[in-house]
């Protein structure tokens, strides 16, 4: 099955603990991204990659980092995470950055930072 | 700068009955895509429907289509026959050819009543 897997779905952190988000496909989609999700604000993009090793940043980079090093991985990096990161946070990817909006999404992260 | 923008927080049907979500957007590009995505309380997003700039003509897929005007960069969603089903948020999104990253607005909280 074809499919976009986040982990953890539900996760609650303290201030300044380092964490990290999954995220895997299985389509060897090559553009892949992450959103977060807030009230009236709908979604932002924060980071996105073209292809391994290739990434940029979004609407919202700060406090965020990610990596690419495999085509089927791309990971969201809190270093120091703050009360303003807690949001819902979404993974897609798409077969190519033309087809992004065609993308396949995870089922969301709620991160709560305390 | 890319800006999509939903000037409706929340709206309601009757079950069996027509509804149409507003969007608007800004870019000074002249090759975009559009989108309207489905968000259930599932918290999954779905692609309902997309749009070519360069088309003229209005997509549709079953119960959906829009109503694209290019030149007042408005793009709206018109639902059909609304069904019990159809209970989402509704999310209009912007990926223009030059640009890399996915615009949203802030979402319509659709309720269908029964």
């Known amino acids: 099955e074809a499919q976009v897997t986040q982990n953890p779905r539900y996760l609650i952190t303290v201030t300044g603990k380092k964490l990290t988000v999954t995220c895997s496909q299985n389509?060897?989609?090559?553009?892949m991204s992450w959103y977060r999700q807030d009230p009236g604000l709908g979604l932002r993009q924060i980071y996105y990659?073209?292809?391994?090793?290739?990434?940029d940043k979004g609407d919202v980079p700060e406090g965020y980092k990610v990596s690419r090093k495999e085509k089927r991985n791309f990971p969201l990096i809190l270093e120091s995470p703050s009360p303003n990161q807690t949001s819902l946070y979404f993974c897609?990817?798409?077969?190519?950055?033309?087809?992004?909006?065609?993308?396949?999404f995870g089922q969301g992260t709620r991160l709560t930072v305390v | 700068a890319q800006t999509v923008t939903q000037s409706q927080p929340e709206m309601s049907v009757q079950e069996a009955e027509t509804v149409t979500l507003s969007c608007t957007y800004d870019?000074?590009?002249?090759?975009?895509?559009l989108f309207w995505y489905k968000q259930p309380p599932s918290r999954q997003m779905i692609l309902v429907i997309r749009?070519?700039?360069?088309?003229?003509q209005n997509a549709t897929e079953n119960r959906f289509s829009v109503n694209f005007q290019k030149a007042a960069k408005s793009f709206s969603l018109k639902i059909s026959d609304s069904q019990l089903g159809d209970t989402a948020m509704y999310f209009c999104?912007?990926?223009?050819?030059?640009?890399?990253?996915?615009?949203f607005g802030a979402g319509t909280r659709l309720t269908v009543k029964p």
């Open positions: 897609a990817s798409s077969l190519d950055r033309d087809r992004a909006g065609e993308a396949f």
């Open positions: 749009q070519e700039a360069y088309k003229q």
């Open positions: 990659s073209m292809n391994v090793e290739v990434t």
């Open positions: 870019t000074s590009e002249n090759n975009y895509y």
């Open positions: 999104a912007l990926l223009t050819y030059n640009n890399n990253d996915m615009r």
């Open positions: 389509m060897n989609h090559e553009y």
